[in-house]
């Protein structure tokens, strides 16, 4: 069966890992997890991630970071779905937990931070919020 959205299978993989305090998480490879997962890696929520070949397929594994033993990843919400999508102007770019958090937002130079997105002066949608 084909799977309607991805990223939030992707995210749930990671909340769950989280959760059960997982070092590491597989998922399907492709290009737009492959974005989120480098702005992840660059804002510090996760430790790693690479593409490794599992049973005849290529599938990313991620290394999740912990600090003292807490977890980096608070929170992790899909706020873009492919029934309702999320758009927002450069104006109202929100903040995630009053700026102690980040949201990635697509937009007409490729995938970004809500404060490099404010910074370049450009909207889009609103993937997915990290805290």
Same mark, same amino acid.
């Given at each position: 069966m084909a799977m309607t959205d991805p990223i939030?299978?992707?995210?749930?993989?990671?909340r769950n890992a989280v959760k059960?305090?997982?070092e590491k998480?597989?998922?399907?490879v492709s290009r737009i997890k492959l974005n989120i997962l480098k702005i992840l890696k660059d804002e510090g929520y996760i430790q790693n991630y690479? *593409?490794? &070949?599992?049973?005849? &397929?290529?599938v990313i594994?991620?290394?999740? &970071?912990y600090v003292d033993?807490?977890?980096?990843?608070?929170? *992790?919400?899909? *706020?873009?779905k492919p029934g309702r999508r999320i758009y927002c102007s450069?104006?109202?770019?929100?903040?995630?937990?009053?700026?102690?958090?980040i949201s990635i937002i697509t937009t007409s130079r490729g995938l970004m931070t809500d404060s490099q997105a404010r910074e370049n002066?450009?909207?889009?949608?609103?993937?997915l919020a990290v805290w």
């Open positions: 939030a299978d992707m995210l749930t993989r990671i059960s305090r997982h998480l597989d998922v399907p690479r *593409i490794v &070949k599992e049973a005849g &397929k290529d594994r991620i290394a999740l &970071k033993g807490k977890n980096v990843i608070l929170g *992790i919400k899909r *706020i873009s450069k104006d109202r770019i929100p903040r995630i937990r009053a700026g102690y958090g002066g450009l909207g889009g949608e609103v993937l």
